[in-house]
């Protein structure tokens, strides 16, 4: 027997019955429905603190869940929708979202992003919603399946090469091992000094005032000379003109300065990945004289409070304070 949702009618002479104290069983016989039925209808549909069913409120409730079946949960559901946006405006991953919510995959979190664009991102927006495409990651205006990119590699120059650094550091088995890079803008002078540590995540970010060796050692042994000695043993950069000069640094923080090979920014894979990251907040042209102190430790901030998959969805903040007791966070 093919099962029928209950009408109106029939939902008041249910209320009826309830009036006249008639049984549940007693109900559905009448209504020729099974008391199961009868009785999930009343219990969906008694506010706690009234505890009266009311026909034309259950009825609209039934009409407007009809009409949601089948729809994306973001659609259905306007709170999760705004947490979710909420969050992606924060820096968050789709990804991340899922997993601390635990009530929605990554990949309908995608869907719903590109849906809110005619075909899939390749139309235009679609009235009254909002474009939340700038807020992922890479801020792809269309869906593109994951590629690889191609490095070149070249022959290690008299610098310390990485190929001499422990292999604990690419195991990340031992937390004190640390990147660093600069981050440059045609708009802007001043730059941005980024240093990560490659266990725990944690992030520093620095502005100097110009791209020279001076400036950028000057900001890296400020953020790292408050580390505990036992918690930095190397450091991995790339072979840029400003961090040639990297004995006198080496000395005074007592660390093992390596450099990756030319144009082999992979090698440094975890700092490129923070750079990407800085660069939704912060994106290309911006003129870092223009955003104040307050507003690059804020970003730092959510990057460092953000739970990351590699971590088991703990937050490098954790991770650090977890492994060397040093609490970083403001």
């Not at 009618?9 to 069983?25: C, D």
């Not at 849906?115 to 991102?121: D, E, I, M």
């Amino acid at each position: 027997m093919n099962y029928t949702h209950l009408t109106i009618e029939e939902r008041e002479k249910l209320q009826e019955l309830l009036w006249q104290k008639k049984s549940i069983r007693y109900i559905a016989e009448v209504l020729g429905r099974s008391p199961s039925s009868i009785s999930r209808e009343v219990m969906r549909n008694k506010p706690p603190l009234r505890n009266v069913y009311t026909p034309r409120l259950a009825h609209e409730r039934a009409v407007t869940k009809r009409s949601c079946r089948g729809a994306p949960k973001l659609v259905k559901d306007s709170t999760l929708l705004q947490y979710v946006t909420y969050h992606l405006k924060l820096g968050w991953s789709p990804e991340q979202i899922a997993q601390v919510t635990r009530c929605i995959s990554h990949e309908a979190i995608y869907k719903h992003i590109y849906r809110q664009v005619y075909r899939g991102g390749y139309g235009y927006l679609r009235p009254g919603h909002e474009d939340l495409r700038s807020y992922l990651a890479r801020r792809r205006k269309r869906r593109q399946p994951k590629g690889q990119r191609r490095t070149q590699r070249v022959l290690k120059g008299p610098l310390p090469s990485i190929d001499e650094r422990p292999s604990a550091v690419d195991l990340r088995t031992s937390i004190g091992h640390w990147e660093d890079d600069l981050i440059v803008s045609r708009e802007s002078p001043p730059k941005l000094k980024t240093i990560n540590e490659r266990v725990s995540g944690i992030v520093f970010i620095e502005r100097v005032e110009n791209g020279t060796m001076e400036a950028g050692d000057k900001a890296v042994y400020k953020r790292l000379s408050v580390i505990p000695l036992q918690y930095r043993k190397t450091l991995t950069r790339d072979r840029g003109s400003e961090n040639l000069g990297y004995e006198k640094l080496q000395t005074e923080l007592n660390i093992d300065i390596y450099f990756a090979h030319a144009y082999s920014s992979w090698e440094r894979g975890s700092n490129e990945n923070l750079n990407g990251l800085i660069r939704r907040y912060l994106p290309k042209k911006t003129d870092f004289q223009t955003i104040s102190d307050e507003e690059i430790h804020l970003i730092e901030h959510l990057l460092n409070s953000r739970p990351r998959k590699r971590l088991g969805w703990k937050t490098p903040y954790e991770v650090f304070f977890e492994l060397t007791g040093v609490a970083l966070q403001h």
